[in-house]
C-alpha cells in the first residue's frame, strides 16, 4: 500500500461503546494523539457522519468507514476500531435505515482521488465476510493486526 | 462517448473505487467512457452535463434529468454483477 500508515497501534478494541458516535470520537481520538490527523478532524468525521453516514449493510458483519475532508490529515492513515458489542450506524445508501456494526475502518485520506490501492484493499476486506467474522471474533489485538494486514498491507 | 458522474459523501472515497470499476468494466468490454468524481452535495450543478449518474451515498438533492443508479453493492459485494450490469446497459 503505497504511504498508508497502518500498524498495531491503529488497531483499537472497542468495549462498552453505546453509539455511533462515541465509536467515531474514541477513534478520531485516537488518530489525533498519534498525531495522523488535525484536532479538526474529530468533528469534521461527526459531522460527516450525520449527513452522509457510513454503514455498510454486507448482510453479514456490517462495517462502517468513517472519513472526512484532506484538509484534515496530517498523514494517510487508516485506523481499526473492532467493537465487542455491535454498535448502530446508520446505512450509507439509506440513512433512515439503522444497522449493527462490529468493525470501523477509519481512513484519513490526504488527497483526494488517490490512495486507490488502499480502498480497494478496504473494499475487498469488506466483501471479504469470512475473513471479517475471523477477525471481529478474535479476542487478542495482536492476533487481528496480524489479520488486518495480511489483507491491508 | 458516454459520460458517467460517480457521486459520494466527500467524494473521494467511496467514489474512487466505484468509478475505478466502472472504467475497468467497460475497458473489458469495449465501451467507450468519460468517468468523473464529484461530492453528493455538488451532483445537482453538474449531473445534466452526464449521461448518468451512479451514487454510493442517497441523492437527495433534488430532481436530475439523467438516470440514477445506487451501486452500494460494489462496495459490499452483494450482487455487485447484477449492479454494474444494470450501469454497463446505459452505457452501450
Not at chain 1, 489525533?32 to 448482510?59: H, S, W
Not at chain 1, 490529515?73 to 473492532?82: F, K, M, P, Q, T
Request: with cysteine.
Amino acid at each position: 500500500m503505497e504511504g498508508i500508515k497502518f500498524d498495531s497501534r491503529q488497531v483499537l478494541m472497542l468495549k462498552g461503546m453505546e453509539n455511533d458516535e462515541q465509536v467515531l470520537s474514541a477513534v478520531a481520538d485516537a488518530m489525533c494523539e498519534m498525531g495522523l490527523v488535525k484536532e479538526t478532524y474529530k468533528q469534521a468525521i461527526l459531522d460527516r457522519e450525520k449527513e452522509f453516514p457510513t454503514g455498510l449493510n454486507t448482510g453479514g458483519c456490517n462495517i462502517a468507514i468513517p472519513h472526512a475532508d484532506v484538509t484534515h490529515v496530517n498523514e494517510a492513515s487508516i485506523c481499526v476500531g473492532i467493537l465487542e458489542e455491535p454498535v448502530m450506524f446508520h446505512a450509507m445508501d439509506e440513512p433512515e435505515d439503522l444497522i449493527p456494526v462490529k468493525m470501523v475502518i477509519m481512513l484519513a485520506l490526504k488527497e483526494a482521488h488517490s490512495h486507490l490501492d488502499m480502498l480497494q484493499k478496504v473494499v475487498e476486506l469488506i466483501q471479504d465476510q469470512a475473513m471479517v467474522k475471523q477477525i471481529v471474533e478474535t479476542e487478542e489485538k495482536e492476533m487481528v493486526c496480524e489479520l488486518l494486514k495480511k489483507k491491508l498491507l | 462517448m458516454k459520460r458517467v458522474l460517480v457521486a459520494c459523501g466527500n467524494g473521494i472515497a467511496t467514489s474512487t473505487v466505484v468509478a475505478t470499476k466502472i472504467r475497468e468494466a467497460c475497458e473489458n468490454h469495449g465501451i467507450p467512457v468519460m468517468v468523473s468524481q464529484c461530492k453528493l452535495l455538488e451532483v445537482e450543478s453538474k449531473a445534466d452535463d452526464f449521461d448518468l449518474l451512479v451514487t454510493t451515498g442517497k441523492f437527495t438533492g433534488g430532481s436530475v434529468s439523467v438516470p440514477v443508479v445506487g451501486a452500494i453493492n460494489l462496495l459490499t459485494g452483494i450482487n455487485e454483477d447484477v449492479t454494474l450490469e444494470e450501469i454497463l446497459s446505459h452505457l452501450k
